[in-house]
């Protein structure tokens, strides 16, 4: 039995005459994290709206848990929890209010919401809106974490939050998804920080899905090149199978299969090594092939 | 649909201002304003105007941080329309209450006796009449009003008509009260299109609740 | 405050949304949804399109409704107009239904057209848009002129005019039937002038006919004019002496009616009219002669002639208080009972409201009406209240019309047709409920004068608070009212003027004078009369206002100034007499009669406050050589109460004799004539004078004695002069004082005219007896003999 929870189908939306997300399409399942990357503008919030159904789609449609996005039904809407981006509680809230606000829809677990509040060793009774930033991506965190939800989507959970916070707060969402069997779907531009919890990269560019890959296939089957200055860049390198490449300091980085790579022809300055999530999402989506390739021939 | 209480005093919460200010200002209204109450009072008309307009136009703020957020908790959207339709009666009968009960229970005949007003506690009588038709003016008023928020927020094209039709609804009967000469049947009839009305813009506006689009 | 509003609020908001739906402001909206959006969702199209006909249809209704248009007022409308109008309204429902289609598709747009639409249907009837372009002919009213004769039996003569015959009254005919048929006579016809009058030429009479034309300038105006038309009218082959008698109009805008009143006189038929007169005497006199006491036959008699209806027997009342017995076995007779109990009484109300409501009208002052007076003390005066309540809050007309005098304005016809009506009346059945309460409050008033009743704490406010009749309010009373008049009178304290708001006046003989004071001086309470010993200035400046008005300077002073006797010479009506003295002089500059006339009228309602001395003062004032004859001056004294008439006619009559000279016409007949007044007042000294005179004289003075009594003595003071004249020592004076104790053969007056058969004069006797004889011979006449002619064969068709 296929264990999709989340499913797009020719997925698009515009605004006005701007086209945010265009055919996408997507499945995603149980017990998994999808890391949702791209950079400002691509549609990633978009994406996330359409799914929960607060936006209509221009094209195509979703489903959740088998229900469509935009008719989801008390007992579906009360599995799904969302931080978003451009929402907040009124500032008079505290926190246990917002706890018993989320227990009146589904199941919640207030000690692991309490818990997950006590690492910052924040107050429950204090009002909400006398939090720091940080604080109150904690707070709602918190609420994210204590429910027993089946599909979590967050949008930039971790800005705003420490080094620290970032990782504690991305440990518990893997304990949540590992406990709860759920599936959460992480929007961020933190890439470091996901990349140690995430088992899926979704990489959105100019509303298009330019990668939907598991992680550590990315891994395995992605390297990088760094060929210095002095060095002549390999043809390999400059062919259309590279994914991307950035003109740095001393040479120019490129990124591409490791299959596609001749490394026994190589030269001993010019270096190959794993590639982490953010390099290659830089390769994908910010510095593609044929921008680097320019700036060599200069 | 079990009511969820913290829902509802999430809605309420976020009106308190704006019913605290009303009922003050039907408190005070109800109990110093010197002339008897007829159904047609124009002041109390321009109040439950402008406290309809707010109650709905707080409440279908949809592009707010806060509402995204409480449209995001998971609450279906049947539950939340619901709901937010509870707290626009409870805000209703904040303001409401009080002057109908200073009117019904003789507070205010009483209070303008004492100010040797002349045409209280006489016309006490009529005045409760009036009391009703400001509830009947609510019933009117915040369906269309929040079918026009919600209408707006429809990802259509198109989204003045709502708001068209509500200054139709205006400008009919300020076009028509002034007149005296209604045929018998007119209350009658006016009461039947009136009912129609305010179960369309229901219906529609909970049907339209569940396609309303909600982002920041 | 409406207008107000709308201009400061719904203006800017009609041109705001305005902008922003035509696209002239910048929407974010627009932005947010996709290009290729629906305009709409299926739901919202049908909603709008459902809400817009609701309120479109409340204006299309609404406006069909009232402005010449259907379905109301078609019936009133020229056939031509009224075609118009369907076509019209027809019209505007196709578009408005055009309009909500095309807001399905096109939800902004269609609202507008729609608007445009409604706006221009509403406009088009007032604008007089549809007079500018349609022929005039076709708001022309529909004007109907009808004839007829008035009088007993009238009906069924022939009616000519300008020698053509028009046909037989009552006659009803369109003004364009008529302009059909008759052609305009510049001149009169032949025959028509008499060479020695001024008057026309029997039997023609002139009369003025009202034309209907419009004026133009204001297009709306269908005023009257005048023509001249030359009539006669036949009955039976006779022409008759007629003239007219009187007229009126009235109507709307689409619909006027003249009517014209012709009086004439038949020969034959005036007999027919003195023998059913003789019969309805007769039967009257049937009454006295049982003493009052009647039988379902007699009011069976009684009620086959016109003028044999509860009415006649009020005004009989006034003088023969038996009359009164008569009017209860009527009430009786009609409701089949003999004794009151609640159940009973509760049955005939039942019956009354029952009969009231099939008949749409209800008379206070019928057969029914005085049956309310029977039992109303008997009926749950609780329920009566609950009742009525619900009917004032009803908002239903309370009736359709009413008609009636004042002189008895407790008894109006309350008519409830609803036919026409565009506010549906309340059944004729609140009008009997009104009336019971009506009694009770003036029984309970009665027994409790300082003591709000039932009626006065809750039907009162309901009058002020649902009616804004301050009037009915008032003629109910009690403290809740009361004070709701104090306190609106210390709000607004002007006593008269356009300057007072329109709540606060009440528009009387011809002008506004302040509401509030006119019913607070008017109260018959105690705190009536507080207000008006507390403020006795407002008082008098009201009843001056409401004496002297430009349009009535005759009219008699309120019953108020007469209210507060009791305190003498502070009483508002010594207060008021100097300044209404005055004003008697200026409004009735040269007419002496009137001034005095006014003055003792004043003075008999002043009781015993006035005093012999006021009245002599107001005789001394007149300029006799302004009295032509001595029955002006009798006349004049009729006002005065009888007790104290001899007096002052003592002192007139010495007066008369010290200023003979003064008297313009034939001084010696003016006196003596005054003499044979004081014969009939009882006067000793003309009596005697009287009885000593010549034969021939005395004779001729008797038929003018008779001509006094006959013409200023009421029925009432009959008996006393018959009296008087029985214990005379004169026959003639005797048989005088037979005639008219035979005239109203009650049983007193029977009594005395068996003495007078035992007198011991032969002439006497003779007369007394023959008189007894003729009121038995009246007691034996079968009732079927009694009966109107009008309701026999005997009347021609």
């Known amino acids: ?298 | 649909m079990k009511m969820k209480s913290s829902l509802l005093v999430f809605f309420l919460r976020c009106l308190w201002p704006v019913n605290a200010a009303a009922m003050s200002v039907s408190i005070l209204f109800v109990l110093l304003y010197p002339k008897y109450f007829l159904w047609n009072n124009a002041w109390a008309a321009v109040f439950i105007l402008i406290h309809s307009v707010a109650i709905t136009f707080i409440l279908g703020r949809v592009r707010s941080r806060s509402f995204a957020f409480i449209y995001t908790r998971g609450f279906s959207r049947d539950v939340l329309w619901l709901h937010k339709m509870l707290a626009s009666v409870v805000s209703v009968f904040v303001a409401w209450l009080p002057a109908a009960l200073l009117i019904g229970l003789g507070g205010r005949s009483a209070l303008q006796d004492w100010f040797r007003n002349p045409y209280l506690p006489i016309m006490a009588a009529r005045e409760m009449s009036a009391v009703w038709f400001w509830l009947f003016g609510y019933a009117i008023l915040l369906p269309m009003f929040h079918y026009v928020w919600i209408r707006k927020a429809q990802p259509t094209r198109s989204s003045g008509s709502g708001m068209l039709l509500s200054v139709g609804l205006f400008f009919t009967p300020s076009a028509l009260v002034p007149f005296g000469n209604h045929a018998p049947w007119s209350v009658m009839v006016y009461g039947l299109l009136a009912a129609v009305m305010i179960a369309t813009y229901t219906i529609s506006g909970f049907l339209l609740h569940r396609t309303l689009e909600v982002q920041k | 405050m409406m207008h107000i509003f709308i201009l400061l609020i719904g203006l800017p908001v009609v041109v705001l949304v305005g902008l922003r739906v035509l696209g002239f402001t910048r929407s974010r909206h627009k932005n947010f949804v996709a290009a290729t959006a629906p305009a709409g969702s299926r739901i919202s199209r049908i909603a709008e399109c459902i809400v817009l006909l609701c309120i479109a249809g409340a204006f299309y209704l609404f406006t069909a409704a009232t402005t010449y248009g259907i379905p109301q007022n078609l019936s009133l409308l020229p056939h031509g107009l009224a075609r118009v109008q369907i076509i019209v309204a027809v019209t505007a429902l196709l578009l408005l239904l055009g309009c909500v289609a095309i807001t399905y598709w096109r939800a902004s747009f269609g609202i507008v057209l729609a608007a445009i639409v409604m706006a221009g249907y509403g406009f088009i009837p007032d604008s007089g848009l549809m007079e500018r372009v349609l022929p005039e002919a076709m708001f022309a009213p529909k004007v109907e002129h009808t004839f007829r004769m008035s009088g007993k039996f009238a009906g069924g003569e022939e009616l000519w005019i300008n020698n053509v015959y028009l046909g037989k009254m009552p006659l009803t005919i369109t003004w364009d039937e008529f302009r059909e048929k008759v052609p305009f006579m510049a001149e009169p016809p032949e025959g028509y002038k008499d060479e020695n009058s001024r008057q026309p030429a029997e039997p023609w009479f002139q009369f003025t006919f009202w034309e209907t034309k419009n004026l133009g300038g204001s297009r709306h105006s269908y005023v009257a004019d005048n023509q001249q038309y030359y009539a006669k009218i036949k009955f039976n082959d006779q022409w008759a002496e007629s003239r007219l008698g009187g007229g009126g109009g009235g109507g709307g805008r689409w619909y006027r009616q003249y009517e014209y009143s012709f009086g004439g006189y038949f020969p034959d038929r005036e007999k027919l009219i003195q023998e059913d007169n003789r019969r309805f005497e007769s039967l009257l006199q049937k009454a006295r002669l049982s003493n009052y006491t009647v039988d379902s036959e007699w009011w069976q008699a009684y009620s086959t002639f016109d003028e044999g209806d509860l009415w006649t027997l009020r005004r009989l009342a006034k003088d023969e208080p038996g009359f009164v017995k008569v009017m209860d076995a009527a009430a009786r007779l009609k409701y089949g009972f003999t004794a009151v109990d609640r159940q009973t009484a509760q049955a005939v109300f039942e019956r009354i409201c029952n009969e009231a409501d099939a008949a749409m009208r209800y008379d206070a002052g019928g057969v029914e009406g005085w049956e309310m007076g029977l039992i109303f003390d008997m009926l749950d005066v609780n329920r009566l209240v609950a009742d009525y309540s619900k009917a004032l809050k009803s908002g239903r007309s309370l009736y359709s019309s009413k008609s009636g005098s004042h002189e008895y304005d407790e008894y109006w016809t309350y008519n409830h047709d609803p036919k026409n009506e565009f506010y549906k009346p309340v059944p004729a059945s609140v009008s009997v409920i009104r009336h019971a309460l009506h009694l009770w409050d003036k029984k309970l008033d009665a027994e409790q004068p300082h003591r709000d009743n039932l009626i006065e704490t809750e039907i009162a406010p309901l009058y002020i608070a649902y009616r804004g009749d301050v009037g009915a309010a008032a003629s109910l009373g009690g403290s809740l009212l009361e004070e709701y008049l104090l306190r609106q009178f210390h709000r607004e304290p002007r006593l008269k003027g356009m300057g007072l708001d329109y709540e606060d006046r009440e528009y009387t003989e011809g002008q506004y004078v302040n509401k509030w004071i006119y019913h607070l001086v008017q109260l018959d309470t105690p705190a009536g009369k507080e207000f008006r010993q507390k403020h006795s200035d407002i008082t008098l400046q009201m009843a001056k206002l409401m004496t002297t008005s430009m349009h009535n300077h005759e009219k008699s002073p309120p019953e108020f100034v007469f209210s507060d006797l009791e305190r003498g010479q502070k009483s508002l009506a010594v207060q008021y007499w100097p300044e209404l003295s005055a004003a008697i002089d200026s409004s009735f500059p040269s007419r002496e009669e009137s001034k005095l006339q006014k003055r003792f009228q004043y003075l008999a309602r002043m009781g015993d406050l006035a005093t012999d001395q006021m009245y002599i003062d107001c005789w001394e004032k007149i300029n006799l050589d302004q009295i032509d004859y001595p029955s002006q001056l009798i006349g004049i004294l009729r006002e005065i109460p009888r007790q104290r008439l001899l007096p002052l006619a003592r002192y007139i009559l010495n007066d008369l004799n010290k200023r003979n000279d003064q008297i313009r016409y034939e001084q010696e007949w003016f006196i003596e004539e005054f003499e044979n007044y004081l014969i009939c007042l009882g006067d000793d000294t003309a009596t005697t004078a009287f009885l000593s005179s010549e034969p021939k004289e005395k004779q001729n003075r008797l038929d003018r004695i008779r001509s006094i009594i006959d013409q200023y003595v009421s029925q009432r003071d009959r008996e006393d002069v018959a009296a008087y004249f029985a214990e005379q020592n004169d026959a003639d004076l005797k048989i005088l004082g037979i005639h008219y104790l035979r005239e109203t053969p009650a049983p007193e007056r029977v009594a005395l005219l068996k003495t007078l058969a035992q007198d011991t004069d032969a002439a006497v006797r003779q007369a007394a007896e023959r008189a007894l004889n003729e009121l038995e011979a009246i007691r034996q006449i079968p009732y079927e003999l009694l009966v109107s002619l009008a309701s026999t064969s005997v009347l021609p068709q």
């Open chain 1, 1 to 298: 039995m296929s264990d999709a929870i989340v499913t797009a189908t020719h997925l698009s939306r515009d605004y006005g005459r701007f086209r945010a997300l265009s055919d996408v399409n997507l499945t995603l399942e149980r017990g998994r994290v999808i890391a949702l990357l791209g950079p400002n503008g691509a549609g990633k919030s978009t994406l996330l709206h359409l799914l929960i159904g607060q936006l209509e789609p221009t094209a195509g449609g979703s489903h959740i848990l088998g229900h469509p996005s935009r008719r989801l039904p008390q007992a579906i809407t009360g599995r799904i929890a969302y931080m978003g981006d451009g929402e907040e509680p009124p500032g008079g809230y505290n926190a246990r209010q917002l706890f018993q606000l989320q227990s009146q829809l589904s199941p919640f677990n207030s000690k692991r919401a309490g818990d997950f509040l006590a690492i910052q060793k924040l107050d429950p009774r204090k009002p909400f809106g006398e939090f720091s930033k940080g604080q109150k991506k904690w707070i709602r965190a918190a609420m994210i974490l204590g429910s027993e939800s089946d599909v979590i989507f967050m949008d930039e959970p971790a800005e705003g939050l420490d080094p620290a916070s970032r990782i504690k707060l991305y440990e518990h969402l893997r304990r949540h998804v590992s406990d709860c069997d759920s599936l959460a779907v992480v929007a961020t531009h933190i890439i470091n920080d996901i990349e140690t919890v995430a088992d899926e990269v979704i990489i959105l560019k100019r509303g298009k899905v330019l990668v939907h890959e598991d992680l550590e296939d990315i891994r395995e089957q992605v390297r990088e090149l760094f060929v210095p200055e002095t060095e002549r860049v390999p043809d390999f390198a400059l062919s259309a199978e590279t994914l991307g490449s950035q003109a740095v300091s001393g040479g120019t980085r490129f990124w591409m299969k490791a299959d596609k790579m001749d490394t026994a022809s190589l030269a001993a300055a010019i270096t190959v090594r794993p590639v982490n999530l953010e390099a290659f999402y830089l390769s994908v989506a910010e510095y593609n092939h044929s921008q680097a390739h320019r700036e060599i021939q200069k």
